[in-house]
């Protein structure tokens, strides 16, 4: 059911993956830019209706729109949070960037979703808490509904898979 691997998720063929993004929801840096290359204008197009009706993405918060060129039917974009030496509620901000999109996978009937390491790059959030925190809270939500089916972790690098890796080992 979960599932660990070091690839670049715009290749990853999943009902949905999940895109670390911005509060503008305009594309960025790192995996926002590179699933906002390989989409296409597609994804914009939705990213910017949504930006006009509420305004974009707060932390926390998560909104979906199509794949447009990706192997997936759907991107669902998150706002994780910067790392503020945990002094601005960042933990359950990232709990909560994990939820949302679990919730808008299932009210869109994806079986299977892809997660990057969200808030770990410019972000700054030191990535084995962040990584306890995301399979900490994937497996609650998992314990809690038959719709998802598989939910993969893509590691862009060597340090991210083997920490996501370790705590898969631990599970029982």
Same mark, same amino acid.
């Given at each position: 059911m979960i599932e660990i691997i070091q690839d670049d998720i715009t290749k990853i063929k999943a009902d949905a993956i999940v895109n670390a993004a911005n509060t503008?929801?305009?594309?960025g840096g790192g995996v926002d830019g590179a699933i906002?290359? &390989?989409?296409?204008? &597609? @994804?914009?197009?939705e990213c910017m209706n949504i930006r006009a009706a509420q305004g974009g993405c707060e932390v926390g918060e998560a909104v979906v729109t199509t794949a447009g060129n990706l192997p997936a039917k759907y991107v669902i974009h998150t706002v994780g949070p910067v790392?503020?030496?945990?002094?601005?509620?960042?933990?359950?901000?990232? &709990?909560?960037?994990?939820?949302n999109c679990l919730m808008l996978a299932i009210v869109h009937k994806a079986k299977t979703i892809a997660f990057p390491n969200i808030s770990t790059? @410019?972000?700054r959030f030191p990535k084995k808490k962040a990584a306890k925190i &995301?399979?900490?809270?994937?497996?609650?939500v998992l314990g809690t509904?038959?719709? @998802?089916?598989?939910?993969?972790?893509?590691?862009?690098?060597d340090e991210n898979y083997d920490i996501y890796d370790e705590l898969l080992d631990q599970l029982p």
């Open positions: 503008s929801l305009l594309g906002h290359r &390989a989409g296409g204008k &597609a @994804i914009l197009e790392w503020n030496n945990g002094k601005s509620n960042e933990e359950q901000l990232l &709990a909560s960037c994990y939820r790059g @410019i972000y &995301a399979m900490d809270t994937v497996l609650e509904t038959n719709g @998802i089916q598989r939910v993969i972790f893509v590691c862009f690098d």
